[in-house]
């Protein structure tokens, strides 16, 4: 069960990391976000988001390894995940490519919902 936990949590991990290509790439941040005039201010900004997110990524990955560091890391990914999928969906306004990070947003926030799970289960056992 530990190696199930590991692998979702490096798995999500991945996952937030993977937009951090974007600090150094705005025509990679323009084709994941749909975003055609991508420059000045905005650019900025959505380098400053790859940032962020490579360091909620980076930080699971290394609580995979780090059984103490782990509810810190779920809490903050279910944060910056369902945090980001309430925003799009209360916003109504949001264009095809957005509505798919929104989604796999979803699918890694159940990924750590079960991680969740897994880590209570796993605790009442060794408690008996």
Same mark, same amino acid.
């Given at each position: 069960?530990?190696?199930?936990v590991?692998?979702?949590l490096?798995?999500?991990?991945?996952?937030?990391f993977?937009?951090?290509?974007?600090?150094?790439?705005?025509?990679? /941040?323009s084709?994941l &976000? !749909?975003?055609?005039?991508?420059?000045?201010? +905005?650019?900025?900004?959505?380098?400053?988001? =790859?940032l %962020?997110?490579?360091?909620?990524?980076?930080?699971m990955?290394?609580?995979?390894?780090?059984?103490?560091?782990?509810?810190?890391?779920?809490?903050?990914?279910?944060?910056?995940?369902?945090?980001?999928?309430?925003?799009?969906? /209360?916003s109504?306004? &949001? !264009?095809?490519?957005?509505?798919r990070?929104? +989604?796999?947003?979803?699918g890694?926030s159940? =990924?750590? %919902?079960?991680?969740?799970?897994l880590?209570?289960?796993?605790?009442?056992?060794?408690?008996?």
């Amino acid at each position: 069960m530990h190696k199930v936990v590991t692998i979702l949590l490096v798995f999500v991990g991945l996952i937030n990391f993977v937009p951090v290509i974007g600090i150094v790439s705005a025509e990679r /941040l323009s084709s994941l &976000y !749909g975003i055609t005039k991508l420059d000045g201010d +905005l650019l900025l900004l959505m380098r400053h988001r =790859a940032l %962020l997110l490579g360091i909620v990524g980076a930080f699971m990955i290394y609580a995979a390894f780090r059984q103490h560091l782990r509810p810190a890391a779920i809490i903050l990914g279910l944060v910056s995940m369902l945090g980001f999928i309430m925003l799009v969906f /209360l916003s109504g306004d &949001y !264009g095809d490519e957005v509505y798919r990070i929104a +989604l796999v947003d979803i699918g890694a926030s159940a =990924a750590l %919902l079960v991680v969740v799970i897994l880590r209570y289960v796993f605790e009442k056992q060794s408690m008996q």
